[in-house]
């Protein structure tokens, strides 16, 4: 589920689709992925009904997961709610372009989302993984897959939003909270992408016998034709799926949410790994990202790391209970690091004997 991203939960254009469930998918809408994200090391083509098989376990079996619907999408991969053959239960599947399924990916990946199965300890509020995979298509090409828990839409979804009790906006500020001193501490990691397409809603696990009872909850499943000049391209799907709108779903009583969206996450640890800047919304860049690309940073003081984490928990802190984030504007904080052209770096000013 999300970031690296796991799936975007945004807002529908204006545009519908015709009512036979089929549309056109060169229409404007922002609920699903580009055709050009697609391609030799793009998302792997997805059709409902689609059929994938988990490893093979000591047993000799295997786990048989069905797509049924679709969760999201973000840059590095797509995202399906699928049901578990064996006992009919619904799960998260991410599905990583051709890209980012290489092994060294998969190692760094596996320290931020380890497996349940793994020994280590897992944080409800953080998501984990069930099960790993990789798909193998005809030309040798392989996507890494991720079995992952069935989450709902963002906290910040106006849908959850307008849900949500005073004492549920608390538990879920702890929730975030201990969830990133965890991060900090146990797996000495940094998110450096808290978004709020990152924080997603726990919900109460599902089991579907049937497609027609998942759509029940998530929304009907709504598909946009592909150009027939581009659908017959083996790397382009021959339609797109609209992103759930969990429209079935109460959401009175959420309480709980787990952080996603791994892919840039980095190694406290490695400094090498550590970068100078981030990829993450405006809204919730931190100031020392925003005077760096004004220069204003010593060279010394450019690696990021904990702080990053810290403050973009307090812009979605704030966001929760405001509905608003701190510098109102995303342009707001910026103005203000221009400003501080005009003076000297702190390092600078300060006498060498305290500096």
């Not at 060169?26 to 030799?40: C, H, I, M």
């Not at 989450?151 to 849900?163: H, K, T, W």
């Not at 010394?300 to 984490?309: F, I, N, Q, S």
């Amino acid at each position: 589920m999300a970031t690296p991203q796991r799936p975007r939960y945004t807002t529908p254009s204006s545009h519908s689709p015709a009512t036979s469930g089929q549309g056109n998918a060169t229409s404007d809408r922002r609920n699903v992925e580009d055709l050009a994200d697609y391609g030799r090391d793009g998302y792997r083509p997805t059709k409902i009904g689609d059929v994938l098989f988990g490893p093979t376990r000591k047993d000799g079996t295997r786990n048989q997961y069905t797509i049924i619907h679709k969760l999201g999408f973000g840059p590095s991969s797509t995202v399906w709610c699928v049901r578990r053959e064996s006992d009919n239960s619904a799960h998260a599947l991410k599905i990583h372009r051709v890209s980012l399924s290489a092994e060294y990916f998969q190692k760094r990946m596996k320290k931020f989302m380890p497996q349940a199965a793994s020994g280590a300890i897992m944080l409800p509020s953080l998501v984990h993984v069930k099960e790993e995979f990789c798909v193998t298509r005809q030309d040798g090409r392989q996507h890494w897959c991720l079995v992952l828990p069935l989450l709902g839409p963002s906290v910040f979804d106006p849908q959850v939003d307008r849900a949500l009790r005073p004492e549920a906006r608390q538990s879920i500020c702890e929730d975030l909270a201990y969830a990133v001193h965890h991060l900090h501490s146990s797996r000495n990691a940094c998110h450096s992408n808290l978004s709020p397409s990152h924080v997603l809603v726990r919900i109460p696990d599902i089991s579907i016998p049937t497609s027609g009872n998942i759509c029940d909850l998530l929304g009907p499943v709504e598909k946009f034709r592909v150009p027939a000049r581009v659908a017959n391209d083996d790397d382009q799907p021959n339609y797109l799926v609209n992103t759930a709108s969990f429209a079935g779903l109460s959401f009175s009583h959420v309480w709980s949410i787990s952080i996603v969206g791994f892919t840039n996450a980095f190694d406290l640890a490695k400094e090498v790994q550590r970068p100078t800047t981030l990829l993450c919304p405006s809204s919730i860049t931190p100031p020392e990202v925003i005077v760096d690309k004004l220069s204003l940073v010593m060279e010394e003081d450019r690696l990021l790391g904990k702080p990053v984490d810290v403050w973009q928990l307090g812009c979605l802190v704030f966001k929760l209970y405001t509905g608003v984030f701190p510098f109102g504007f995303p342009d707001s904080l910026r103005k203000l690091a221009e400003n501080m052209d005009r003076f000297p770096h702190p390092s600078i000013a300060m006498p060498l004997e305290i500096r």
